[in-house]
């Protein structure tokens, strides 16, 4: 078995054949996690949620209402986190995570005063996420950009179990997460960015495999990425710590379904 720790199948890239997609996981021995990422998306990843595709919800840091205008946004944002709507989804059985949650800096608002409120902003809703995901006693699936140092201070003062998704920081990040006890999910922006040296040093108890599909997608892979991408990530990490696809799939099969509790 196979674990995607982290998908968007619920993504309107999927509309065309996701049944498909699913029958195929289904067939190959694959599990998914859903990740919400706003109030729309997150009851959608329940409705999709079956044997084989598992859901989280939560709001992610892009999706807060802010001054910053994207080039690309079409999702629906929202001005604070409807605590009490997110903790009725998260009431769900096929729910096994809060997320996705976290800081992302990549993008700010121009002047200083704007910059501050948009950080402050969603230090204040990543802390409220997490007060909920205590409360519901469900791990959390962490989205870090540019963000490292407030992250691993905010997630110092708590003491909740969780997955960095698309980890890219360094080695010393990872050094500050492992104390933290957070696992680290691995996917194919290690095609993109050099992480050899991070992914050296997570040891493979601490690691999740994952896509972000319909993103991320490998090199001679089709565009539009989905979890089958994972067998490359597999073959690309086991080239780097020098260890067999079979260890890498036993060990982060396990990582996955104890954390998730699936």
């Not at 200083?112 to 409120?117: G, T, W, Y």
């Not at 691993?152 to 006890?181: A, M």
């Not at 090199?219 to 539009?224: A, D, I, K, Q, T």
């Not at 696809?245 to 060990?251: D, L, P, V």
Request: aromatic residues 10%; proline residues 3%.
């Amino acid at each position: 078995m196979i674990i995607d720790t982290h998908a968007h199948l619920n993504f309107l890239e999927f509309d065309n054949d996701r049944e498909e997609l699913i029958k195929k996981l289904i067939e190959n021995n694959y599990q998914v996690i859903n990740i919400g990422t706003n109030k729309e998306s997150s009851k959608k990843c329940i409705s999709l949620a079956r044997n084989c595709v598992y859901a989280s919800v939560g709001l992610h840091p892009l999706n807060i209402q802010s001054t910053l205008k994207l080039k690309d946004d079409f999702d629906k944002k929202e001005d604070d986190f409807d605590y009490n709507y997110y903790k009725e989804l998260s009431q769900d059985k096929n729910v096994v995570a809060i997320g996705e949650i976290g800081l992302d800096y990549w993008y700010r608002p121009k002047g200083k005063a704007k910059r501050e409120e948009y950080v402050n902003k969603q230090k204040e809703i990543f802390e409220k996420q997490l007060d909920l995901a205590k409360e519901v006693n469900l791990p959390i699936v962490v989205h870090c950009r540019n963000a490292f140092d407030d992250l691993i201070d905010i997630l110092s003062r708590k003491n909740i179990p969780g997955v960095i998704h698309c980890f890219t920081g360094n080695k010393d990040n990872v050094e500050s997460l492992l104390e933290l006890g957070y696992f680290f999910g691995i996917n194919g922006i290690i095609f993109k960015v050099n992480l050899d040296d991070s992914i050296r040093e997570i040891p493979l108890e601490k690691m999740l495999l994952e896509t972000d599909c319909p993103y991320l997608s490998p090199p001679n892979f089709e565009e539009r990425n989905n979890p089958f991408s994972i067998e490359l990530i597999i073959d690309e990490i086991s080239k780097i710590k020098g260890i067999s696809r079979e260890e890498i799939i036993e060990k982060t099969t396990q990582n996955a379904k104890n954390l998730f509790r699936i």
